[in-house]
């Protein structure tokens, strides 16, 4: 009988008797003996791992007693975490009492616990007690969120607490940990122990061979094999099946073989019992043939992190947006446009995060095997798209897809991946998983707008015989269709729709879904363009010919005020208007000099020029409708626009926003020669960083930007400039307000860390903070994210509702060499008119060192 | 095989449920509350077990006293005692909770400490 012991000293063997022996474990501090006494015999498993401090064990082997022991070959790293209890499971645990000594257990919830419930058995225990029992009962696994701990067993021994034992979590968790190696998570007397290694496939038969060992490395023999019961147990519900065959190697091994027949993937565990059904060892097998993921994905290869994804092929020269597709790319167009769209899309990998993919074709070759594309239909598709693929000419490989209108439809772009070794896919559950094969998509979406677009150039058009002052757009569109087929001349819209072979185009004279854009000469209008209730987008687009721009000299506005699903849609217009110091039009104060403003109802302006108005954009209530709902405005900047020469760019009071679509945004938008860029008389949420002004240019305004609300706001990446001696130069923002809070910039430093530029009217000063390892943005959803470099590693960050900062654990572990977060405090509450505090957690308080509350030091084990 | 599996992703496609996605359910909350008493620190943080357990980590509180060691002192009893640096003090984090910091004299007083910087909790 031996005493099976890795990576602790042992004595002296001549020490062990033949019946048991029984171990003191001491640290090095001299305290704390923590001894267990084997407590039942022939057989057993002793743990005691402490993953939270590095002991130096000593093991004295005392007086004879029953049964052995063995010591876990990874010596003190692990908890007893990996115990693998699935549903209403019962896993028999050895663990010795030492004589003497009284051991009890006690089982702990941790928090979010799992469902169900978990029983020590006995709960006490001395020597030569039998082994305890961890039942697992009346739990559901599918209730519980994925990583979740369940249960906590803590240990006291003579009274005195000692440690957790072990933790139960839910099985999937358990997969997770096992996913990075097969290791065996009940390493005894038997190991199996050799890491898998799946052979080279292509989507068939994997098959994988792990080897079975005595921890003292005495060979099995034929007839032990024979008693052995070794099986796959899949985990869940797959159903995917392994087939095991057990050979005896020359060195007396036991050689495992798992065969996968084309089968796409598995997870469970290879299980080896004794006659008796005591398990004796065990494997996590977790594997792929063709691994199928959607959208950018994470793997981990030779020790570093990579991602792989689409990229859109077309916008990759934009050095702005070099970012993977993460789910679904479309495309729209109009129902009257039967230009072919050429859509070139790349498969690209970049290292640690998801920026810059175009900037590693070495990595790519020295990663990819093989791809192959393939377009799959994955919705209400009516005809495939041509499609073909190429080698970029960077070394990438490439698809283009050509579609015309009868390609619309829902199609899945499908890369199937062959890596040149097997990497490991990170999935949202069950964790990482080992395949060598990726199959790859993303949505690409064609729709077809109902659109009709209408060129009024050279036509008899009606704006003119509207007289010239006032569009009425209450007129229903088939109103309008009907006056544009008695007197435009232009194709009537049955005709125009006959020259489609499109099914449904008799019916998008009634379906509101309907965009009806009308393209006007470049001529002068003087008047005001209202729009009432619309059922439709009504848009009009302007035109420039021989350096005459299409110019509306007055106001575009909404007058109902009532939501409805229409928008009065704005593009390449000229608007001009009295001057900037002119409030009004007209003697009579009926029309304000705003270029844009509404009772209610959506305006949208892209690529507009507004310029000498008292308010380019008024945001705000009417001057006579001062009871109006606030949320039904809904104007801010639109993009592309240039506001030059007024009083105020955009003047915004409570503008609106909602917690689904709706975003104030500004974006790559001139603000010329203003008195105010942009002045926020009040925001109606107080979520700052909700309002996005990002990409603009802000040039010889008096003032950029004025907020005399409370909230802080957050408007990055703008530049701010000053005409000099004819030439444009750099300058400070200049802002204004009651009390100002803007973030307005941010920058790298040569270290590579980022600064930003705070404003702060408090101190008439701009400020630019202390390094901090944190680089904010915002994602599509308005969540603020923060991203965390240190060195070649990164992370992900983001800021709850509850304003903490929360780190990505799987990153931090995997990733992690040496990371600092220093945590400042925040702020104080603001003086807030109406009390509330709402923007305290809005955006990251960056503040100087004095106010930094600790800073975290994690690096991995 | 290549035919099941593309209508299996087109009917996921379909259901808009996506197979990847980079959150993750153990997020590390990095949320440090300090109160500075007269004769002691209280810092308090949230539960990280999943990354306690996973990664070395310390935290360091500012500190510009003139204490030579401080004994930082976890709610469940167990003691460490470190040297106080330029830095502040620094200890292991391992638990979420609370812990209390008082001046020590560098001599390990608690359960689990051997003291002069190291940690045995």
Redesign the interface.
């Known amino acids: 009988m031996s005493l099976y012991c890795d990576g602790a000293a042992i004595k002296d063997d001549d020490d062990i008797d033949a019946d048991g022996v029984k171990c003191n474990f001491r640290?090095?501090?001299g305290?704390?003996v923590f001894a267990i006494d084997a407590g039942h015999a022939e057989s057993g498993v002793l743990y005691y791992t402490d993953?939270?401090?590095t002991y130096t064990l000593q093991i004295q082997i005392h007086a004879p007693e029953t049964g052995f022991f063995a010591i876990p070959e990874r010596n003190m790293t692990y908890?007893l975490?990996d115990l693998n209890i699935l549903n209403s499971e019962t896993t028999v645990y050895f663990f010795g009492a030492k004589s003497g000594d009284t051991v009890s257990f006690s089982v702990e919830p941790?928090?979010g616990a799992m469902a169900g419930a978990l029983t020590v058995s006995p709960e006490t225990i001395t020597a030569g007690s039998d082994p305890i029992a961890v039942t697992l009962t009346d739990h559901a696994a599918s209730a519980d969120?994925?990583?979740?701990?369940g249960f906590r067993v803590c240990v006291q021994i003579n009274g005195k607490?000692a440690e957790e034992a072990l933790h139960v979590n839910r099985s999937e968790d358990y997969g997770k940990a096992a996913a990075y190696d097969f290791y065996s998570y009940w390493d005894g007397q038997y190991r199996l122990l050799e890491q898998l290694r799946p052979k080279e496939t292509a989507?068939g038969m994997i098959s994988a061979v792990a080897y079975l060992r005595r921890a003292d490395g005495t060979p099995f023999t034929q007839t032990e094999l024979s008693a052995l019961n070794i099986a796959f147990t899949p985990n869940g519900s797959s159903q995917n099946a392994v087939t095991l065959t057990e050979t005896l190697t020359k060195d007396g091994a036991i050689a495992v073989t798992a065969t996968l027949d084309?089968t796409?993937s598995i997870e469970g565990a290879i299980r080896v019992r004794d006659g008796a059904g005591l398990e004796l060892a065990s494997l996590w097998l977790k594997y792929a043939s063709?691994l199928?993921?959607?959208?950018?994905?994470?793997f981990e290869y030779q020790d570093a992190d990579y991602s792989i994804g689409f990229v859109d092929g077309a916008a990759s020269g934009n050095e702005e947006y070099p970012e993977f597709i993460r789910?679904t790319w479309s495309h729209n167009s109009a129902l009257n446009d039967d230009t072919p769209e050429v859509d070139p899309f790349y498969l690209a990998i970049a290292q640690n995060d998801n920026k810059t993919p175009t900037a590693q074709p070495d990595l790519y070759r020295n990663l990819i095997d093989s791809v192959t594309f393939?377009l799959?239909?994955?919705?209400a598709g009516t005809e495939m798209p041509a499609y073909h693929s190429d080698k970029h000419t960077k070394g990438w490989d490439m698809v283009t897809i050509e579609t015309y209108l009868k390609n619309a439809g829902?199609w899945?772009l499908?890369a199937d991946i062959i890596f040149r070794q097997p990497v490991w896919?990170?999935?949202?559950t069950g964790g990482p998983i080992q395949t060598r094969n990726l199959?790859l998509?993303i949505?690409f979406q064609r729709t077809l707008v109902p659109e009709i677009r209408i060129d009024l150039r050279d036509k008899d058009n009606l704006w003119k015989d509207a007289g010239g002052t006032t569009f009425d757009a209450m007129k229903t569109v088939q109103a309008y269709l009907a006056l544009l087929e008695e007197k435009s001349g232009v194709e009537t819209i049955q005709a125009l729709w006959g020259n489609s072979d499109h099914a449904d185009w008799a019916g998008m004279l009634t379906n509101p879904e309907a965009e009806l854009w009308f393209t006007l000469p470049a001529e002068r209008y003087a008047g005001d363009l209202s729009a009432g209730k619309l059922v439709r987008q009504i848009g009009l687009t302007g035109t420039e010919e021989n350096g005459a721009v299409t110019t509306i000299q007055g106001s575009v506005f909404r007058t109902n005020n009532s939501d409805d699903d229409g928008t009065l849609a704005l593009s390449d217009l000229h608007l001009q208007g009295k001057g900037k110091e002119e409030p009004y039009f007209d003697a009579a104060k009926t029309r304000p000099n705003y270029g844009i403003y509404s009772a209610g109802g959506n305006i949208e302006i892209e690529g507009c020029t507004l310029e000498d108005y008292w308010a380019a954009v008024w945001d705000a209530p009417l001057p006579d409708s001062a009871s109006k709902p606030r949320e039904m405005l809904s104007l801010f900047g639109g993009n592309r626009n240039v506001f030059r020469n007024n009083r105020y760019g955009v003047y915004t009071d409570c503008c609106r926003m909602d917690d689904t679509a709706n975003r104030p945004t500004i974006m790559r938008s001139t603000f010329e020669g203003n008195t105010y860029g942009i002045y926020i008389q009040s925001l109606l949420r107080r979520e700052g960083y909700r309002y996005m002004v990002k990409f603009c240019k802000f040039l010889d305004n008096t003032c950029d930007i004025y907020n005399d609300d409370t909230c802080r706001l957050f408007f990055p990446s703008n530049y701010f400039g000053q005409t000099q001696s004819g030439q444009t130069v750099s300058r400070d923002p200049i802002v204004e307000g009651r009390r100002v809070k803007v973030i307005l910039d941010k920058t790298t430093d040569a270290s590579g860390k980022i600064r930003y530029q705070y404003a702060d009217i408090d101190t008439e000063t701009l400020l630019t903070l202390d390094p901090i390892l944190l680089n904010a943005d915002f994602d599509q959803s308005g969540t603020l994210r923060l991203g965390v470099r240190t060195g070649t590693s990164s992370f992900?960050?983001?800021n709850d509702d509850a304003g903490?900062?929360?780190?990505?654990?799987?990153?931090?572990?995997n990733r992690?060499s040496q990371l600092m977060?220093r945590?400042v405090e925040q702020s104080a509450a603001s003086d807030d008119s109406d009390g509330t505090d709402e923007e305290a957690s809005d955006v990251p308080e960056l503040l100087d060192?004095t106010t930094?509350?600790?800073?975290?030091?994690?690096?991995?084990? | 095989m290549r035919k099941k599996l593309a209508g299996a992703l087109a009917a996921m496609l379909l259901l808009g449920a996506p197979v990847t996605a980079f959150a993750a359910e153990d997020d590390f909350d990095a949320t440090v509350s300090v109160v500075r008493n007269a004769d002691s620190i209280v810092v308090t943080v949230p539960n990280n077990e999943a990354v306690y357990e996973s990664a070395n980590i310390t935290l360091t509180i500012p500190f510009d006293g003139d204490w030579a060691y401080a004994s930082v002192k976890h709610a469940d009893g167990k003691t460490v005692v470190v040297a106080v640096t330029d830095a502040g003090i620094t200890f292991p984090v391992m638990l979420g909770g609370t812990y209390t910091i008082t001046e020590s004299d560098g001599k390990n007083t608690e359960s689990g400490g051997s003291g002069g910087g190291s940690s045995s909790m």
Do not use: H, P
Request: charged share 20%.
């Open positions: 640290n090095t501090t305290d704390g993953r939270k401090t908890y975490e941790n928090t969120a994925y990583g979740k701990k607490q989507g084309n796409y063709w199928q993921a959607y959208g950018k994905v994470e789910n393939t799959l239909d994955a919705g829902s899945a499908q896919i990170n999935q949202r199959q998509a949505t992900s960050m983001r903490t900062m929360k780190m990505d654990a799987a990153s931090l572990i992690a977060i945590m060192d930094t509350l600790g800073i975290w030091n994690i690096a991995a084990k």
